[in-house]
Structure formats: C-alpha cells, structure tokens
C-alpha cells in the first residue's frame, strides 16, 4: 500500500499544479511568456478538485480536492487517502483496512502544499507547440524541463496538452526517462469551498487498522 502511494503521489501533485492553467492563451505566446502566465495562476490558489484518469493504468481514476495546510482526499473506486495536514489514512475499501501514518515533516515530494509553492522553482519552460486534434482544431503543447537535470524524481520533462477552446489542460504527459505516464483531468473546479471534514477519517469497527505512527 505504501508502494501505491509512491505511484500516484507525484503525478497527481503535478496535475493539481498544472490543472489549473486556465488564462487566455494565443499566437504571440512563447514557451517562457506562457509559463510566466501559470506563475500568476498559482498566486492566489488555496484549493481545487478534479477527475484525473492514468492512461498507463485505467485503474488509477477518481477524484482529488486538495486544500493548502497538507489536505487532500484522493477517492478511487477501491481506494480513500486522505490527510487532515499530519496525519494520513490509506483506506483499502475491498480489504476493510487502513494504515494510519505521519506526514514526513521533511519529505517535500509527499506534500501538496509544498508543490505547490515549491515546483515552479523547480522547472523551466523549454518548448511550445500546437497538435491538429481531428475534429476539434488544434491543442497546445507546452514542455518544460527540470532546472536541476540531477533532481531525485527522474523526471526528464513535463508536456502539458492544453485545450484550444477551454484554455485549460486536458493532460499531463511525465517523462521519466526509461518510461512515460500520462494523466487526463476533467471537472476542474479553482479554490472551490470545501468542507473540512472530508480531509480526516474515523475507522469503524468492523475496519483492520494498522497504526505506523
């Protein structure tokens, strides 16, 4: 289960990040105007919520909303994680179980909150295309690249797929190197109201609890 979490925890940070571009984009863009844009999207976001779907792994869906303060709730079909910004529970529901466990104070990449602030830092815009979609004109492609080659995540790039009509990202394709994960989104929702007690939980009785705190 920990192994779960490791698989879906930075793709999905990445598409909270990149999920969001939602500004006015046209011809006279280049890649570095266009990132300039996501950094003034990200100024004043707090929350958000979205559908996201593995290409790699139809079984990797659902829905996520995250809040800043390290909250987030990840709902599958046979899966809940969720964090009330210390403490995380991993809810199996087929297996009846959770395994309850820290937040590791210094572990940047297992923070939302952090990537959120923390990535733009992080990477740097290398390249921007548009994509002939059949029937639907044209999609943007935007590629950024890691400012520090040695990061500790193996990512080689980032390329946004970025919707011509709705102005917003319909994809997140992650170049890892030796194998490539992409990830689509729907339902967007910016700073939405969220409340605060989807981001704690409370096993029943009839629940295995496995406590690593």
């Known amino acids: 289960m920990q192994k779960l979490n490791s698989i879906i925890r930075l793709p999905l940070l990445l598409i909270i990040l990149f999920s969001t571009l939602n500004f006015q984009l046209n011809a006279q863009y280049t890649a570095e105007t266009l990132f300039a844009e996501i950094q003034k999207t990200f100024k004043n976001l707090k929350s958000v919520s979205f559908n996201f779907l593995s290409e790699n792994?139809?079984?990797?869906?659902?829905?996520i909303k995250a809040e800043t303060g390290n909250k987030y709730f990840i709902k599958m079909t046979e899966r809940h994680i969720i964090s009330n910004g210390k403490i995380v529970w991993n809810y199996s529901?087929?297996?009846k179980k959770v395994i309850i466990n820290e937040i590791p104070k210094n572990d940047s990449e297992f923070s939302i909150e952090n990537f959120f602030f923390s990535f733009l830092n992080n990477y740097k815009p290398?390249?921007?295309?548009?994509?002939?979609?059949?029937g639907r004109g044209f999609n943007y492609l935007l590629t950024?690249?890691?400012?520090?080659?040695?990061?500790e995540n193996n990512i080689s790039s980032i390329q946004l797929e970025i919707n011509q009509k709705s102005l917003l990202v319909s994809s997140v394709q992650i170049n890892y190197g030796n194998y490539i994960d992409k990830w689509n989104i729907e339902n967007l929702e910016l700073n939405p109201k969220i409340k605060s007690d989807i981001f704690s939980f409370q096993p029943t009785k009839d629940m295995e609890v496995i406590d690593l705190r």
């Open 144 to 151: 950024l690249i890691p400012s520090n080659p040695s990061s």
């Open 93 to 95: 529901l087929k297996d």
């Open 126 to 134: 290398k390249d921007l295309k548009k994509e002939t979609s059949s």
């Open 57 to 63: 792994n139809p079984n990797l869906k659902g829905n």
